[in-house]
C-alpha cells in the first residue's frame, strides 16, 4: 500500500515539537512591559554578582557581572526609547573582551527579554534563546556601544530555559538591563 504524498507530509509534521514558534520583540511595547515582569537590579555601584532574583524567578550568570548605574554609575550611555524603556537603567556590566555569555533561567519561562549594550564600537552580537539543548530561535543584531543599546527578546512555544550571548572580543565587554520574564505574549509584540 502506498501512502499519498499529504498522508506523509501530515505525518511529518505531527512530528515535529511545538516549540517551532519563536518570535522576536524588537521594541519594549506595551503589550510587552505590562506583559512580564521586571527585574530589579539591586546592589552598589562595582559590587559585583552571579545572579539576580526576584524571589519568584532567578538568573544565574556563567561570569561575573558588576553592577553599574547609567550614567556616571561606572556605565556612560544607553539607548532611548522607543529602543529601551529608558535611557538610565541600573546594569550589569561585563568589562573585559569575554566572547560568550550564558543567563539561565531557574524558572523557565515562555517570554524573556533584556536591553544590551557593547562597552565600545559597532558590534553584531547574538543571543541564542534554548530549552535545555534545544534552540529556540537566535536574535543577531548590530549595536552601538555610545548611546546604542536594544531589547533582546522573544517569546516561544516552548519554555525559554537559557540564553547564550555571542559577543566580539572588541566589544570589550557589554552591559545588560531590564530583565523581563513571563508568560507567552501573542500576536505582534
Request: charged share 5%; no cysteine.
Amino acid at each position: 500500500m502506498r501512502l499519498r504524498p499529504v498522508v506523509l507530509s501530515a505525518l511529518f509534521l505531527a512530528g515535529i515539537p511545538a516549540f517551532a514558534q519563536f518570535t522576536v520583540i524588537s521594541q519594549p511595547t506595551a503589550a510587552y512591559t505590562s506583559g512580564t515582569t521586571l527585574m530589579t537590579i539591586p546592589g552598589a555601584n562595582f559590587s559585583t554578582t552571579s545572579s539576580l532574583t526576584d524571589g519568584i524567578e532567578t538568573l544565574t550568570f556563567s561570569n561575573t557581572v558588576d553592577v553599574r548605574t547609567v550614567p556616571g554609575g561606572g556605565w556612560a550611555t544607553w539607548g532611548s526609547p522607543p529602543n529601551t524603556e529608558g535611557n538610565t537603567p541600573k546594569v550589569l556590566a561585563i568589562t573585559t573582551g569575554l566572547t560568550s555569555f550564558t543567563i539561565t533561567l531557574g524558572v523557565p519561562q515562555n517570554t524573556f527579554g533584556f536591553e544590551l549594550e557593547p562597552n565600545s564600537g559597532t558590534q553584531v552580537i547574538t543571543a541564542t534563546y534554548f530549552n535545555g539543548g534545544t534552540v529556540l530561535g537566535t536574535i543577531t543584531q548590530t549595536i552601538v556601544g555610545t548611546a546604542g543599546a536594544l531589547l533582546s527578546a522573544a517569546s516561544a512555544g516552548s519554555p525559554i530555559t537559557s540564553v547564550v550571548l555571542t559577543v566580539p572580543a572588541g566589544a570589550s565587554g557589554f552591559a545588560m538591563a531590564r530583565f523581563r520574564y513571563g508568560p507567552q505574549i501573542g500576536g505582534t509584540v
